[in-house]
């Protein structure tokens, strides 16, 4: 009987375990997927920024180049707020609420969108009353970048959230389309500047449209509750995280387009896009790294980890900066014709702050494994104040390449100020 009762369970139990295996396969196979999906859209879209930048050099002039690096850097920083605000919340809520309440999770991303299109429209109010084409296409630029940046961070958390990752690589693929033939258009001179960024702004709405209807239902009340509620909790920290990145990363390029005539915003931009390909290398391996490092996050182990990955980045990022410093006129030349010829000191200047960014990206990882966010942050607060304070002299001094000195300055300080901060937490 005993015996005959263990056949039973062990056959019954085969079964059992088969089913966790499979389930066990299922689940690291989503995972992947998941990471792949989220890596793919992420480096889609950095290649397809830089390639937009490179296309709006080329087909037309100074203006609209710094207009729509202003323009980015707006986009870039109010997405800072809608991350740390809204869509960090998303991501730490889990996937049975988000399934649960899609309708209320679209809405509030839909008033964030129309918030936007109405700061957009005042701005481009303002505008034209200014008499100036360059404030208009600023204005114009800022209000498009908005909505591309705005939906593509939401559509990272939704999509992964509800289980669609790979609806997210089709978002950035289309992204990436409609940015190709928009800008094959421009270089063959079909249509103007402010059509490009008409349909870039078309192609995010029919992209957001896209997404809302995979919630099936949108629920407007509970949307606006869940946007008062997270502003609430979460504002000031968006306010805080955002404004200390800022200063040393955009600031600077918004002063001196503010003080100087287009055309040094135009180089200012022109020559950093040229150092865009080192970010989004770095960026790729990164994700791969904090993944490694997830595996060995407690410990001598993960601080060994990461200091060596410093030293690696670091390396990187000397070799890509000096080839580009020596090559620099060739690649002005090679990315934007004779447009920004002899301007070739911009990229050189680019280089160090470049290869400190490279150097803070592993940085990072250890400090929110061991939860130092208090002195991260008022370390970045230093830097932001620094860089500010050094652009508005440097800039009336020396132009871009005082701005892009500016920003070096903060990125000087905030990875010294991380690096001691965590070295002497290792001592201790």
């Not at 139990?13 to 295996?21: D, I, N, S, W």
């Not at 964030?112 to 404030?135: E, P, Y």
């Not at 000031?236 to 001196?256: C, F, K, Q, R, S």
């Not at 934007?336 to 070739?344: I, L, M």
Request: with cysteine; hydrophobic share 60%; aromatic share 8%.
């Amino acid at each position: 009987m005993s015996a005959a009762d263990g056949g039973m369970t062990l056959a019954t139990g085969e079964p059992e375990v088969a089913a966790r295996k499979r389930e066990r396969l299922t689940g690291s196979l989503r995972g992947t997927a998941t990471r792949l999906a989220t890596v793919g859209d992420q480096l889609l879209v950095a290649l397809t920024n830089f390639g937009l930048t490179i296309a709006i050099g080329r087909a037309f002039g100074a203006d609209e180049l710094a207009a729509y690096g202003i323009g980015l850097s707006v986009g870039l920083m109010v997405q800072g707020l809608q991350r740390h605000a809204v869509t960090i919340p998303l991501m730490l809520r889990t996937a049975e609420w988000a399934g649960r309440n899609r309708g209320g999770v679209v809405a509030e991303q839909a008033l964030v969108l129309l918030l936007a299109v109405l700061a957009g429209a005042a701005a481009l109010g303002i505008s034209c009353t200014s008499l100036s084409r360059f404030a208009f296409l600023a204005a114009l630029s800022s209000a498009a970048c908005l909505l591309i940046y705005l939906q593509l961070e939401f559509a990272r958390a939704f999509l992964v959230k509800i289980g669609k990752p790979l609806l997210l690589l089709a978002g950035a693929m289309l992204y990436a389309a409609a940015a190709a033939a928009l800008s094959v258009a421009a270089l063959k001179g079909m249509i103007r500047y402010e059509w490009m960024l008409g349909g870039l702004g078309a192609t995010m709405i029919v992209h957001a449209i896209a997404v809302a209807l995979l919630a099936r239902s949108l629920a407007p009340k509970q949307g606006a509750r869940l946007l008062l509620a997270d502003t609430k909790k979460y504002g000031g920290w968006a306010v805080a995280a955002t404004a200390t990145y800022a200063g040393y990363n955009h600031l600077p390029l918004l002063i001196l387009g503010a003080v100087a005539a287009p055309v040094h915003a135009a180089i200012f931009v022109a020559a950093r896009s040229l150092m865009q390909p080192l970010q989004i290398l770095l960026r790729g391996f990164d994700v791969a790294d904090k993944n490694l490092f997830a595996e060995a996050k407690d410990g001598k182990r993960a601080a060994h980890f990461i200091w060596r990955l410093v030293g690696i980045y670091a390396v990187v990022g000397v070799v890509f900066g000096a080839a580009a410093g020596f090559g620099a006129e060739h690649l002005l030349a090679l990315a934007y014709g004779d447009k920004f010829a002899g301007h070739g000191a911009a990229v050189i200047a680019w280089v160090p702050a470049y290869v400190l960014l490279s150097i803070s990206m592993p940085l990072e990882s250890l400090v929110y494994a061991r939860h130092r966010f208090a002195g991260y942050f008022i370390i970045r607060g230093i830097a932001s104040a620094a860089a500010i304070a050094a652009a508005f002299p440097l800039v009336r001094l020396y132009a871009e390449i005082g701005a892009i000195a500016a920003c070096a300055l903060g990125w000087l300080i905030a990875v010294t100020g991380t690096a001691l901060m965590l070295a002497w937490k290792r001592k201790a």
